[in-house]
């Protein structure tokens, strides 16, 4: 999505037709945008009102995908007043508009009137000749990852969003739009949370097959396995960041992992590939260890070990000090100890200081089961026989989400092309009392703007 300011005229020919009945306007027309405030006092607040003040961190609280219900800071009236903040309206649309947040492309709704802080800012139609509904669905199909302003800190300001040109139709035909709309959403919603759940239930199967396999019920060897401490047949080891990394020149054939590269596409079991490439002169002269292959490895620090991720080195390779790694042997198979720490929790097992971090003290006492190395071939041969089966129903799953997305967004972009009612849904809205055509509301909305 570019801004009209980007817009050639031979670009702006080439936008969608839209319906003679409707205009293309400007949002900044026909919306009030505007950012939040933080008042410097907002520290000193008790959080025993009833006014929801909110930050971006709110919008990712259980209850809110869509609706902003609740929230971390509520303010009294009295505080509402001491500190100056403005009171939003109800079904105001808000969206990130600094730094990292505006890349997870979150858009909500107010659900009541409230406040929010200078991180966030809030579009709202500035007459009832536009539904509110009309406004979000449209807002909800934009990319803000393309509209922010590229300096290094992500922004978005004002004249990056008032210029968005935004097609408007009669007032009947966006209310019919608004109801197509969320019927066919609420199937498609449906079809997303039946297949959610199979996600869901395909998660506790797994652990199923873990937690059986290491039991010895998959191979019936039971008797055969007996449990010691990890830290006494295994190497627990954590990774190093040397000083001078930062200069690397990338150009080497030794990967060099930090925890963001377990995100990789590719890398979602076996770790292949890496950001960091290091030579063999690199590697001697920042005097960094390479681990061997079949290495599992997971995050050591921080909320990345709330992810629960847990790979194994495809071949020999260095990681980071935000790692752990668990260096398998003679005695113990790579791939029975990948599995074995995979059914493992890790925000069971960290430390519980305010910042999350295992260190070898959490990983060393916990009973490893173990068994003849001919036996745990065996148990990794029949969970990997079940896990397989998961694997095809879990990317078929996977594939409908993405139809289901797809879908979505080709309702959005046929409602706001006007493609989305058909003949007989029209006919009934252009018989409608309040129907006319949209520059006429325009020519309403302007004037209602102008007595304000």
Request: charged fraction near 30%.
């Amino acid at each position: 999505m570019k801004t009209s300011k980007s817009f050639t005229e031979a670009e702006i020919a080439e936008l969608p037709k839209l319906p003679d009945s409707w205009r293309r306007t400007k949002l900044g027309e026909i919306a009030y945008i505007n950012s939040g405030n933080t008042p410097k006092s907002l520290k000193e607040a008790e959080n025993k009102g009833q006014f929801p003040f909110y930050k971006v961190s709110d919008m990712n609280s259980e209850g809110n995908e869509t609706w902003m219900k609740t929230s971390n800071l509520y303010l009294t009236n009295d505080e509402k007043v001491l500190f100056k903040v403005k009171e939003e309206q109800k079904g105001t649309i808000i969206f990130p508009k600094r730094g990292g947040a505006i890349l997870t492309n979150k858009k909500r709704r107010l659900s009541c009137n409230a406040s929010y802080d200078l991180n966030i800012m809030g579009v709202k139609e500035v007459s009832k000749h536009i539904l509110n509904g009309f406004l979000w669905y449209w807002f909800s199909k934009l990319d803000l990852r393309k509209l922010y302003d590229g300096s290094n800190v992500p922004q978005i300001n004002n004249k990056d969003i008032e210029p968005l040109f935004f097609p408007l139709p009669p007032l009947p035909e966006q209310r019919a739009i608004v109801s197509k709309i969320e019927l066919l959403f609420s199937e498609l919603d449906n079809g997303i949370s039946n297949l959610k759940l199979a996600q869901e239930q395909l998660k506790v199967y797994r652990q199923a097959v873990l937690k059986k396999a290491f039991e010895g019920e998959l191979t019936q060897i039971q008797n055969s396995i007996t449990f010691v401490q990890l830290g006494k047949i295994v190497e627990i080891v954590s990774g190093n960041t040397p000083k001078g990394l930062d200069t690397v020149s990338n150009s080497g054939t030794i990967q060099f992992y930090k925890v963001s590269d377990m995100n990789l596409e590719g890398n979602e079991v076996e770790m292949k590939y890496s950001n960091i490439m290091l030579t063999e002169n690199e590697l001697d002269n920042l005097n960094i260890k390479l681990w061997p292959e079949g290495t599992v490895i997971f995050p050591k620090r921080g909320g990345a070990i709330l992810t629960n991720k847990k790979r194994i080195l495809s071949k020999p390779s260095a990681f980071d000090l935000n790692i752990m790694g668990v260096l398998p042997n003679d005695k113990v198979d790579s791939k029975y100890l990948f599995y074995w720490i995979l059914k493992l929790d890790l925000a069971k097992i960290y430390d519980g200081s305010n910042v999350p971090q295992i260190n070898k003290k959490n990983i060393d006492p916990l009973e490893f089961p173990i068994c003849l190395i001919e036996e745990q071939y065996a148990i990794v041969q029949e969970i990997e026989t079940r896990l397989s089966v998961c694997d095809k129903i879990e990317q078929d799953i996977k594939e409908n989400l993405e139809k289901a997305e797809a879908l979505r967004q080709s309702i959005l972009k046929k409602a706001f092309e006007g493609k989305l009612l058909n003949e007989r849904e029209l006919a009934e809205v252009r018989g409608a009392e309040d129907w006319e055509p949209a520059e006429v509301l325009l020519e309403r909305i302007k004037a209602e703007r102008a007595k304000k």
